[in-house]
Nanobody, 119 residues
C-alpha cells in the first residue's frame, strides 16, 4: 500500500518562493513516476509536474515551466516541488501522486497541502 504525505504548504506573497514535500512509503519506487497536481477552488484538478524516479526525467505543465522544479531524494523517499515566482493563480491544494511508470493513470494520492499566494 503506497502512502504519500505532503507538507510545506502555506501563505506567501506574490513573487515569493515555497517548497512542498511528499514523503512516499509502502513500495520500492524505482519503477514509479511521481507527480504533483493541484486543484483550485471551483476548478478541476490539474497536472503540475512529474518525475521518473529512476532516471530523474521531468515533465512540466506549461503554466509552471521555468518557475517550478520537481526533484526527488531517493535516500529519503521524498519528492519535492520548488515553486518560485509564485502568482495568485498558483493558489490551490497541491497533491502528490504516484503511478507505476508503465501505467497511464495515477492511483495513489496524498491528502494535499494548501498553498495560498496573496497579491
Amino acid at each position: 500500500q503506497v502512502q504519500l504525505v505532503e507538507s510545506g504548504g502555506g501563505l506567501v506573497q506574490a513573487g515569493d518562493s515555497l517548497r512542498v514535500s511528499c514523503v512516499a512509503s509502502g513500495r520500492t519506487f524505482s519503477r514509479y513516476t511521481m507527480g504533483w497536481f493541484r486543484q483550485a477552488p471551483g476548478k478541476e484538478r490539474e497536472f503540475v509536474a512529474a518525475i521518473w524516479w529512476s532516471s530523474g526525467r521531468t515533465h512540466y505543465a506549461d503554466s509552471v515551466k521555468g518557475r517550478f522544479t520537481i526533484s526527488r531524494n531517493k535516500a529519503e523517499n521524498t519528492v519535492y516541488l520548488q515553486m518560485n515566482s509564485l502568482k495568485p493563480e498558483d493558489t490551490a491544494v497541491y497533491y502528490c501522486a504516484a503511478r507505476p511508470s508503465m501505467a497511464t493513470s495515477y492511483d495513489d494520492w496524498g491528502q494535499g497541502t494548501q498553498v495560498t499566494v496573496s497579491s
